[in-house]
């Protein structure tokens, strides 16, 4: 099921917005370490291509720096997981899903800022994926749908890049600062997001978003890769539709 929504009024759980909004500062809720029973298993590397002292997570860890002197690559071999920049899971946000990282440019291409510091399990719910998006805090103003697909470009299905407020309604998902899955990452994990700052955003930027994949429910892990420029300018197929 795939389906696009756009309504120029909130759905009726819209709160203070504005100023208010923005001195609540980060839920740290959202970004707070998972209890999932999952087997999980991440092991992280000193050098690049996997090399140097190796240490082995199974939960979240709040400053790997005290077990290693950097972070070089990393192979998750069950997860999904996210990095922080900083320990104490704060800072730029990395996902990782299954597979091996042997540098830092294959888990960012954001060039501000490549380092990781603490990690944790992100926490996946369910196997199916609705997402809405709201042009202003407070969830008001026009408002996006996403059920069940990755999104390359929000402007290509005809919503702008300001993203203020969010609800997941299920799944995990990550947002990107641009179109084509590039640039800040930001994680969208079950809950409500009043305002860009409880995403750990500085700006209510996102051009583009994806699930976030989780093998106990899909065997392939992570995503397609993303499309071509071309394709991301292509016209919205059949199934999407549009309320007023």
């Not at 809720?29 to 240490?55: D, H, M, W, Y």
């Not at 997860?79 to 922080?84: C, E, H, I, S």
């Not at 805090?137 to 749908?145: A, C, D, I």
């Not at 590039?182 to 409880?198: A, L, P």
Request: net charge neutral.
């Amino acid at each position: 099921i795939y389906l696009f929504a756009f309504a120029s009024d909130n759905d009726g759980t819209a709160g203070n917005s504005g100023p208010a909004a923005s001195r609540e500062g980060p839920r740290r809720s959202k970004i707070t370490p998972s209890n999932s029973p999952r087997c999980l298993q991440l092991a992280i590397f000193e050098f690049e291509n996997f090399r140097g002292k190796k240490v082995q997570l199974s939960g979240e860890c709040k400053d790997v720096l005290e077990k290693a002197q950097r972070v070089g690559s990393v192979i998750v071999e069950s997860g999904p997981w996210v990095g922080f920049e900083h320990p104490g899971y704060v800072g730029e946000q990395y996902v990782l899903e299954k597979g091996e990282y042997p540098r830092w440019s294959t888990w960012t291409n954001c060039q501000r800022n490549y380092n990781m510091s603490s990690f944790r399990p992100l926490k996946v719910d369910s196997s199916e994926h609705k997402l809405h998006l709201f042009e202003n805090e407070g969830y008001e103003g026009r408002k996006m749908e996403i059920v069940d697909d990755d999104v390359p470009s929000l402007w290509a299905y005809g919503f702008q890049d300001r993203v203020a407020s969010a609800k997941v309604i299920n799944g995990t998902w990550v947002g990107y600062m641009y179109p084509g899955y590039r640039g800040c990452q930001y994680v969208f994990e079950h809950g409500e997001f009043k305002h860009w700052n409880n995403w750990g955003a500085t700006a209510p930027l996102i051009q583009s978003v994806r699930r976030v994949r989780d093998m106990q429910w899909h065997k392939r892990g992570s995503v397609e890769p993303a499309p071509t420029a071309a394709a991301t300018n292509q016209k919205p197929p059949p199934f999407i539709t549009f309320e007023t």
